[in-house]
């Protein structure tokens, strides 16, 4: 396959999905609730509701139960912002052995992993996708019949040589809800026609399957130094071909980052994950599944240039995480493989036996599988505005179920590379007063006039979520 040259021989940067949380000392997840009422003496047990009256929980009514009313409201007046465009699990549904259209399915990969020698350890740590398998068709009997099916897992992996096996094993196939014929594409060389050659090879055999091809620098740096990667193109071009896109670049473990000053200028901070996400979005639209590598241990052996750089701390994968996420990536992949130690038998899947960085990649990869309903929802626009912070903060707005969801992370910039800690006060549309409540941290806060204020460390993150 081309994406993976020789197993002794990866590049150190590849397609990554980490998800791990330890603490919730990062990133801040806030939900605010907007009460929409008075509640009613009366009790719902034979009503018939009408107008805006809806059944709601409490606890002094008999039966736990009573009416709330829209009018007199308090809180919020219903989804604040606009509606904008963004990604839905609908647009699974043009293939027919692709993955889940189920809102609270959310792609958790785990790149170049073994699923019979490993998917325990997989499962375990809630990753629900294996995303690339080394030579794959030489070993399909060995990936497929022996792995993914006993063990009831899903891959997107396999080119268009492996198309025929694929739909000729009804049992085995529908364990492959998509193909990935390249990694770091650009990077190898290849232009666009080239990838839409091997789209082509897939899809004169296997139509019901999306295709998946990850990128590298060329679409996750800015121009003018990703120009190097794209072969005299524009990350449109590459990002137009298939049907799921990633890009890799993992700053601050990387010694030849070509980033946002001279090429060659060593690592950089962690500011980089989100910016990959908002050149993806920039080159590829604001629907295509975008989705974000993580890498989870050391990707820069002790003889490359640069030396022996540190491997991510737990709380750093988680961070890097939901930069990406609250950037607007669709799924994550994590990067299991160690170069710093090849030696050691399970390198390429160290960070699945690693205790600290596989407890935060599973405790991020149940905080996904809680919100994967919220994440696939709409995205709102217009919905917040925040002030009085000295270093960026990023948020991502939802709405759904009569709650909205602001994803917030003290994400830096180029200016702050490193981030910062900073206060943010939170203005959101439609609110007036209301409780916030931050589900993962026990705590609440009070927003008074539509506004809120929370405090952020360097990349911290939290969620909020408000009934409206």
């Known amino acids: 396959m081309r994406f993976i040259k020789n197993r002794q021989n990866f590049s150190r940067r590849r397609l990554t999905i980490y998800m ?21 003496a009366f009790e719902p047990e034979n009503g018939t509701l009408s107008g805006s009256a809806a059944v709601v929980t409490a606890s002094g009514a008999s039966g736990g139960q009573a009416v709330q009313f829209g009018s007199g409201a308090t809180g919020g007046g219903g989804a604040p912002g606009v509606a904008v465009a963004s990604f839905s699990p ?50 399909y009997s060995h990936y497929v019949t022996q792995g993914l099916v ?9 080119e268009g040589s492996d198309a025929v096996n694929i739909m000729n094993d009804a049992t085995g196939g529908a364990h492959i809800q998509g193909y990935q014929p390249a990694d770091e594409a650009e990077m190898k060389g290849y232009d666009p026609a080239d990838i839409q ?21 060329g679409l996750s740096l800015p121009q003018p130094q990703a120009n190097i990667w794209l072969n005299g193109h524009q990350p449109s071009e590459y990002c137009a071909v298939p049907d799921v896109v990633a890009a890799d670049f993992y700053g601050p473990q990387d010694p030849q980052n070509f980033g946002y000053a001279n090429a060659y200028n060593g690592p950089t901070g962690q500011f980089v994950y989100g910016k990959t996400i908002d050149l993806m979005r920039a080159a590829c639209g604001p629907a295509k599944p975008v989705w974000h590598y993580v890498e989870a241990e050391k990707v820069n052996a002790p003889s490359d240039q640069g030396g022996n750089l540190p491997a ?51 405790q991020m990869n149940t905080w996904l599988k809680s919100y994967a309903a919220v994440l696939n929802s709409p995205t709102r626009g217009n919905a917040v505005t925040v002030s009085g912070n000295t270093t960026k903060v990023t948020t991502l707005v939802k709405y759904l ?41 026990s705590r609440t806060l009070t927003a008074t006039g539509g506004k809120f204020t929370d405090t952020f460390t360097p990349f911290q993150w939290h969620v909020y979520k408000i009934a409206m």
């Open 312 to 362: 991510p701390t737990p709380l750093q994968i988680q961070q890097n995480a939901w930069l990406g996420i609250i950037h607007g990536a669709n799924g994550l992949i994590y990067f299991c493989h160690d170069f710093g130690n090849q030696s050691a038998g399970d390198w390429d899947t160290k960070c699945l036996h690693d205790p600290p960085r596989t407890a935060a990649i599973t």
């Open 150 to 158: 006993p063990h009831n897992s899903y891959a997107f992996a396999g």
């Open 90 to 139: 609908n647009y699974w549904a043009q293939w027919s052995h692709g993955p889940s259209t189920d809102p609270n399915w959310f792609p958790i990969g785990v790149f170049d992993n073994d699923p019979y020698w490993n998917d325990d350890d997989v499962k375990a740590a809630n990753i629900n996708t294996y995303v690339g398998l080394y030579d794959f068709g030489g070993q």
């Open 401 to 441: 179920n009569g709650f909205a969801y602001i994803f917030a992370i003290a994400d830096g910039d180029e200016t702050h590379v490193n981030s910062g800690s900073t206060s943010a006060t939170f203005t959101v549309d439609k609110l007036t007063n209301a409780t916030v409540q931050l589900p993962n941290e």
């Open 197 to 217: 050659g091997w789209v082509n090879d897939i899809r004169v055999h296997d139509t019901s399957r999306p295709v998946f091809v990850g990128y590298g620098k």
């Open 20 to 40: 791990g949380a330890l603490t919730i000392t990062g990133i801040v997840v806030v939900v605010a609730i907007f009460a929409a009422g008075t509640f009613s």
